[in-house]
């Protein structure tokens, strides 16, 4: 994808004054997968337009880049981390014990998660029931918690046709998985009473525990080759999907409209995923997406601080922008976001 330059009015953000104090002329930023082609636009933008070379983005997913992030302080660790789902308490404190205790998170937009597969095959209108009757590793069969014996989406919901179950998911270390299993496998479990059987069979010293087991075993997915974890990006789910013309993938929102001509997306709980089901919050599986800047860094590293700017500024994360033509949802609150930057804001509320 190629840029115009922008417009000097349209970079109204922070003068560009390169510095030759650091041994790293170029940002790093690694993680999410879902992030990546949003900060790989930006970064090749950024490089156009300001007197910086073009940050260096690399996928791997939420965790294995914030896993990154929090390896320290100095040259030799990344900026920026991106990431499909807030920062972990354990992950803070991961990056404290190894002396990264100011981190500035900056929120860039919405995506959503959605189910796609090819173009030419069935269609699908899904409910989290569905899915968590096609992938949970036990089900609730006469009352009781059983291995999971379904092979075919027909036998899952009667609507369906009878094609095989062959599920693409993002693995563990992506953020979408989280959101995968919170917002529709665990709801799932949970709206259709079988996560009282979860409950009565889970053990624990208090409800509370009791109740994080129950939830760990309804969101455990089946080991029996019907639901496949892809640890790549998109790209690997597509190839997946390709070779196997059975295959559902889970996607995010922007990969999947970046890819019409091959796969075809379902609604979930009859609400067709777009922008503007996402944005108005009627689609059931969305999420915020965001970046971490390490700020000991910035004033250390040529340019880290212009890039986050330039990133959420108007002209690149509004709803007019480039990251919005490929799919971004943009933030209604992006000006707060700006400050948050601007002024360095880090997790806590200092500055």
Known sequence: MSFVKLSASALAIAAVSATTAAARDQVQVAGSSTVLPYASIVAEAFGENFDFPTPVVESGGSSAGLKRFCEGVGENTIDVANASRKIREKEIKACADAGVTDII?????????????????????????????????????????????????????????????????????????????????????????????????????????????????????????????IDGDYTETLARIDSNKDGIGVFGLAFYENNTDKLQVATMSDVVPSTESIATGEYPVSRPLFFYVKKAHIGVIPGLKEYAEFFVADEIAGPDGPLAEYGLVSDPELIKVQEAVANETVLGGGS
């Open 105 to 229: 998170e900056v929120q860039i937009g919405y995506d959503g998660i959605v189910f796609a597969s090819d173009i030419n095959g069935n269609s699908f209108a899904f409910t989290p029931d569905d899915w968590y009757k096609a992938l949970s590793a036990q089900v609730v069969v006469d009352g009781q918690l059983v291995d999971n014996p379904y092979k075919t989406w027909d036998q899952v919901n009667p609507n369906f046709p009878a094609q095989p179950i062959a599920a693409f998911v993002p693995g563990t270390k992506h953020g979408t998985r989280e959101v995968f299993e919170d917002k529709v496998i665990l709801a799932g479990c949970e709206h259709t009473g079988d996560f009282d059987a979860y409950l009565a069979a889970a053990e624990g010293d208090s409800d509370k525990a009791k109740k994080k087991a129950a939830e760990k075993a309804c969101i455990a997915l089946r080991t029996d080759g019907v639901s496949v974890d």
